[in-house]
């Protein structure tokens, strides 16, 4: 692909892609889909999810193409022992993605594994349950603080945790008093992990797309330079 940005060690790419796009841009990414891929299109109950899905599963294969130098058909991809994603051409290449709303974010590097989420700040009708089921007392306390930011917050924490998880080839399966964090200065420290996981030195860095959208990346190297990209700059 001509003029795709060169990733190089101590540097981390953030793609945003919109799923609001036209009918072509649609096909485009459909295009470039491998029969498995497609079969996994209707057990997508509502059409939203399922072209979400086309959307994203597309640009991550045109984004992994590019970074290989191959064509995105050609793109292999296995699972780790827990689900998560690799490439099969590259191993050395790390990548995670994340979606919320209309939006897909993905994240590379070459110098560890990542792990980014994201997610658009929307009315939760148990956002109480979640808050109490979900963080350590420490963090509650953070999160209520401010009545008026007690949503916000919330999706900042939980971001947090779900990119470090994802970071580590988890899901949400360690309990709240297993994983703490905090957040304070505009920074993300993590102040425990229990239980059975190692515990390594990660960083973590928040980023907004938008004012409706909080979202975390987490990642191994120190000091990392990340670049965001709009995915249209490739198509314009």
Same mark, same amino acid.
């Given at each position: 692909?001509?003029?795709?940005? /060169? ?12 799923? *609001? ?17 497609? !079969?996994?299109?209707?057990? =997508?109950?509502?059409?939203? #999810?399922?072209?979400? %899905? ?8 045109? /984004?992994?193409?590019? &970074?290989?130098?191959? +064509? ?13 994603? %690799? ?6 290449? &790390?990548?995670?993605?994340?979606? @919320?709303?209309? /939006?897909?974010? $993905? #994240? =590379?590097? %070459?110098? @560890? ?12 009708? *148990? ?17 209520? #603080? ?7 917050? =919330?999706?900042?924490?939980? !971001?947090?945790?779900?990119? &470090? $998880? ?10 709240? *008093?297993?994983?703490? =964090? ?29 004012? *409706? %959208?909080?979202?975390?990346? +987490? &990642? ?12 249209? +700059?490739?198509?314009?």
């Amino acid at each position: 692909m001509e003029d795709f940005p /060169l990733l190089s060690s101590g540097e981390l790419h953030l793609w945003q892609v919109s799923t *609001d796009i036209t009918p072509t841009e649609f096909e485009e990414f459909k295009s470039v889909l491998v029969e498995k891929e497609l !079969t996994k299109v209707p057990f =997508f109950k509502f059409k939203q #999810a399922q072209d979400s %899905y086309i959307t994203s599963q597309g640009a991550l294969r045109i /984004l992994l193409a590019g &970074y290989l130098g191959i +064509t995105p058909k050609l793109v292999k991809l296995g699972q780790r022992r827990k689900g998560k994603p %690799y490439s099969i051409d590259d191993e050395s290449l &790390y990548f995670n993605m994340s979606h @919320s709303g209309n /939006l897909t974010v $993905l #994240a =590379f590097s %070459y110098d @560890s594994e990542v792990g980014i989420d994201i997610e658009q700040i929307r009315p939760l009708p *148990d956002l109480d349950e979640m808050i109490n089921k979900n963080f350590t007392t420490r963090e509650i306390k953070f999160i209520i #603080a401010k009545p008026e930011e007690k949503s916000s917050r =919330f999706f900042r924490f939980w !971001t947090v945790k779900e990119s &470090y $998880l994802k970071a580590i080839g988890e899901g949400m399966r360690l309990t709240p *008093d297993n994983l703490e =964090f905090i957040i304070e200065n505009n920074s993300v420290r993590q102040l425990s992990v229990k239980g059975i996981f190692d515990q390594q030195d990660w960083n973590f860095k928040e980023f907004s797309v938008s004012n *409706d %959208y909080v979202g975390t990346i +987490t &990642y191994g190297r120190e000091n990392t330079i990340i670049n965001h990209i709009a995915f249209n +700059t490739l198509i314009s």
